[in-house]
């Protein structure tokens, strides 16, 4: 496990430090997350850059190489699964999957705020009882708009997404059947559910909230021969992230910010 704390590399946009292993909330550090990342490529990313500029310290689990999951959150205030190019159910292929099925749970039931992004939110929905199908139509891919919901309107965290805010997308599965009592909150015209909440501290959505230009043409890069067999072009998928850029940056940015206040306010319940 690493830690990152501040400064401006690696990337979530902070420095790497051997992990303090220090209780969230107390005297001895900042409030912690628990960070779930799949693999190389698909960091905290500007989320992260984010969480660590409020303040919050980032406890990264590289599980893709081998580093353990804890056994529980009782050390961190939050818990934030990124993406990867794994199916969420393919336990095979990446081992360390029911582990964090079961921190998925326990944050649900203990109230521990928890983001769920792209993989992450399909781990969220699979975990909570919903369902997670590969796509007929083909990989939704490329900067895409979004549409809010009604209960947007007073959600703590989505709740400032402009309706038709843009977000950088890049995935070939998605929910098809929401977890039982799963709260809709952003929607697309080829992807239904993009985001959703379930009870009161767990938010999941399809996209990437915490991806640029930079971090689509990597994926781009990998994916390029399968995406031009297709008849995609990459360069114009990597093309309408980088333009949408801007937007990307203060729509999301936002969003990481309102979630951070929430794992802050764990934080201090524990206090």
Do not use: Y
């Amino acid at each position: 496990m690493t830690t990152e704390t501040t400064g401006a590399a690696g990337p979530a946009g902070a420095a790497e430090k051997a992990g303090s292993g220090a209780p969230a909330g107390t005297a001895r550090g900042p409030a912690a997350v628990l960070v779930v990342q799949h693999e190389e490529e698909a960091g905290a990313g500007l989320v992260g850059e984010r969480l660590v500029r409020a303040g919050l310290r980032l406890d990264v689990v590289r599980a893709w190489v081998g580093e353990a999951l804890p056994g529980d959150l009782g050390g961190h205030a939050g818990l934030l699964v990124l993406g990867g190019s794994v199916n969420c159910e393919d336990d095979e292929a990446a081992p360390w999957l029911p582990g964090v099925r079961a921190l998925v749970r326990e944050a649900v039931t203990e109230g521990v705020p928890l983001l769920g992004i792209c993989l992450g939110g399909q781990i969220v929905a699979h975990a909570l009882g919903g369902s997670v199908t590969t796509r007929p139509q083909g990989p939704e891919l490329g900067a895409v708009p979004l549409r809010r919901l009604p209960a947007a309107t007073d959600d703590p965290v989505l709740g400032g997404v402009p309706d038709g805010a843009l977000a950088a997308q890049w995935h070939w599965d998605d929910v098809d059947r929401l977890p039982p009592g799963a709260v809709p909150l952003l929607t697309g015209d080829d992807c239904r559910h993009q985001a959703f909440r379930v009870g009161s501290a767990c938010w999941a959505v399809q996209f990437h909230p915490e991806a640029g230009g930079t971090t689509v043409a990597g994926w781009a890069a990998e994916d390029g021969e399968r995406l031009r067999e297709s008849g995609t072009d990459p360069a114009a998928l990597v093309a309408s992230v980088r333009d949408a850029e801007p937007e990307l940056r203060a729509v999301w940015s936002a969003v990481a910010e309102a979630w951070g206040v929430q794992v802050h306010a764990r934080a201090d319940q524990r206090r």
